[in-house]
């Protein structure tokens, strides 16, 4: 059992939607990847309809395991009428969305800093929210 301050990510609603940071030193390795995933997917589904910003500042490393759990984060978004989208990506993250295409998958801006990305979606209508 994860401790609440050992969370791998951290919930904040802010307005009009939601930013979940990964905690300082999260690796999305095969082991990190799935407890992400179980914490994002358990919020999605707990709060349907839900604007999700995931903060990803602290990661450096993706692995493949971790590209798959996005997928699953992405398909559950889908059923819940959610929109997912992502900031806060180092360059090499941000390689590894476009070497694997899944920077068509997930809406994010590149470069942009975490802060300026919150101000611009919590009052903008950027979000594609899944209906069906």
Known sequence: MVADDMQPVKYNEIENMTVGTLGAGTSLDAEGSKAFSDSVIGYIESHPGVRLLLNFQNITYLSSAALSELLRINE?????????????????????????KLADVFHFKADEEVERTIMRLNHDAEWKVYDG
């Open 76 to 100: 559950t978004a889908k059923a819940q009428k959610a929109a997912v989208q992502l900031c806060g990506l180092s360059k090499e993250v941000h390689k590894v969305f476009e070497i694997t």
